[in-house]
């Protein structure tokens, strides 16, 4: 009996126990799933994308689970989240903080940043 693990990029692990059988020879497809990837934009009076703005992404427990810089259009990627509810914190002007749920595939997330607390919500 052997355990069987596969790894692929921006894919969740997986991992069998598989026993051989006495030909020495056995077949066994795997199915990964793919990891999330947050992707999203920082902005400032609704249209103006900010760019070097830090983009920290926090598990259910508050813990740091990955971050992030905003690129010169004001755009980040968070990629190889597992599912979940993250708070996104984008630190630039004051810091905003938003609610996302990440599930599979390519999540989409803009944050506003700003002085109005109103405006500071996030957008989707």
Do not use: F, K, N
């Not at 990029?9 to 991992?15: I, Q, T």
């Not at 989240?81 to 990440?102: F, H, I, M, N």
Request: proline share 7%; charged share 20%.
């Amino acid at each position: 009996t052997y355990t069987l693990v596969a790894v692929a990029y921006h894919m969740r692990p997986a991992a069998v126990a598989l026993t051989v059988p006495d030909t020495g020879s056995l077949h066994h497809d795997i199915d990964l799933e793919p990891m999330a990837i947050l992707v999203g934009s920082a902005w400032v009076d609704g249209d103006r994308p900010v760019a070097d703005v830090q983009i920290t992404v926090l598990d259910a427990g508050g813990d740091p689970a990955a971050t992030a810089r905003t690129d010169e259009q004001g755009r980040y990627l968070v990629p190889d989240l597992p599912a979940g509810e993250y708070t996104v914190v984008a630190r630039g002007y004051p810091p905003v903080a938003s609610q996302v749920s990440v599930t599979r595939g390519e999540i989409t997330h803009d944050v506003t940043l700003g002085y109005d607390s109103e405006e500071s919500m996030h957008r989707r």
